[in-house]
């Protein structure tokens, strides 16, 4: 985020468990896993109202589910971004964890 826009909506999410846990920021389908005790801001730069969601036209700038080891953001206004609490945008893929197991490519 540039330091002249300011975010006309944010979302901290907490992960208060003892394990990674996976934030999905939709509708990009973008990751960032968060550890124990790490706290996520998601912002937005629009207005409710303006998003491309199944809820835009609401006063909501933000949806969210949540299941075990994962959080799900809806951002109802885009764009929206994944930051730390100091500001910092944080890339998609952010602390993956490597697929279990050996990986192997079948070749021809």
Not at 4 to 31: F, H, K, M, T, W
Not at 37 to 56: M, N, Q, R
């Amino acid at each position: 985020m540039t330091a002249d826009v300011q975010p006309i909506a944010a979302l901290r999410v907490r992960n208060s468990g003892s394990e990674l846990l996976e934030l999905i920021l939709e509708p990009y389908g973008s990751d960032h896993w968060m550890r124990p005790g790490e706290t996520f801001v998601i912002w937005t730069l629009g207005w409710p109202g303006d998003g491309v969601s199944e809820a835009a036209g609401t006063s909501e700038a933000f949806e969210v589910d949540h299941r075990p080891g994962t959080v799900t953001v809806h951002a109802e206004v885009l764009p929206a971004y994944v930051g730390d609490v100091d500001g910092n945008e944080i890339d998609c893929g952010h602390r993956r964890p490597p697929p279990a197991g050996p990986f192997r490519l079948n070749l021809p």
